[in-house]
Nanobody, 114 residues
Framework: VQLQASGGGLVQAGGSLRLSCAAS????????MGWYRRAPGKEREWVGD???????NYADSVKGRFTISRDIAKNTMYLQMNSLKPEDTAVYYC?????????WGQGTQVTVSS
């Protein structure tokens, strides 16, 4: 499946952004869709994911501030990011897991200014 991430941008600390990850086909067949991020000079970090049954999991660093959801009709997953902090600055990527297959989107830049 091809994934297109969008919605990144520049926001002040305390602000909000919503990222989208649009899939090229139905997401009903996808076991888990996730969000990751890579900050400058750091390793890629798991942010959270949503399962086929709509269960969600979050990294401790974003829990309570970020929310993952999906719109099956639009084949799209979302990452609502509130109370953004400068340390949330990173390129955000989405992925989709179907059995042994893992597909990645191209990433979208999020920059949080202090």
């Amino acid at each position: 499946v091809q994934l297109q991430a969008s919605g990144g941008g520049l926001v002040q600390a305390g602000g909000s952004l919503r990222l989208s990850c649009a899939a090229s086909r139905s997401i009903l067949s996808i076991t888990v869709m996730g969000w990751y991020r890579r900050a400058p000079g750091k390793e890629r970090e798991w942010v959270g994911d949503i399962s086929r049954s709509s269960g969600t999991n979050y990294a401790d660093s974003v829990k309570g501030r970020f929310t993952i959801s999906r719109d099956i009709a639009k084949n799209t997953m979302y990452l609502q990011m509130n109370s953004l902090k400068p340390e949330d600055t990173a390129v955000y990527y989405c992925n989709a897991v179907r059995g042994p297959l893992v597909d990645w989107g191209q990433g979208t830049q999020v920059t949080v200014s202090s």
